[in-house]
């Protein structure tokens, strides 16, 4: 028989084995006295939204060893040097893009 969640106002929520959704809903209103108003019901998969986990430790990484250490930061200053000439470069076309605009501009004006 599938397990259904029952999610209640009072802030509680039940599995209980039922053969459908409705009967579910029919079982925990008749444990709780038939006064209970229903909020939710879906298919109990998965874990209980209540149930807190344990925290994972997390794995010390190896170090690094001295050679591998300098070949990654030569890595980085290259990098950041490849960036920084990208933008100059870019600022270069844009100035000369604008340099052509306001030339045209002024042309148009005349």
């Known amino acids: ?12 929520v039940e599995i209980v084995e039922a053969d459908n959704p ?4 029919a079982v ?6 038939g006064d209970v108003e229903i909020a939710d019901v879906r298919p109990a ?8 986990a344990a925290k994972k430790t997390a794995k010390k990484r190896r170090q690094l060893s001295p ?7 030569q890595n980085l200053v290259k990098a950041r040097a ?4 990208k933008r100059k470069a870019a600022k270069k076309t844009t ?3 604008t340099k052509k605009r306001t030339a045209k501009k002024a042309a148009k004006k005349r």
């Open 45 to 52: 998969v998965g874990r209980a939204p209540a149930a807190k």
């Open 95 to 97: 100035k000369k893009t």
């Open 22 to 25: 409705y009967q579910a809903a």
């Open 67 to 73: 050679e591998a250490r300098a070949k990654l930061a």
């Open 28 to 33: 925990i209103s008749a444990r709780r006295g």
């Open 82 to 85: 490849a960036r920084a000439a």
């Open 1 to 12: 028989m599938p397990k259904y969640r029952v999610t209640l106002r009072i802030n509680s």
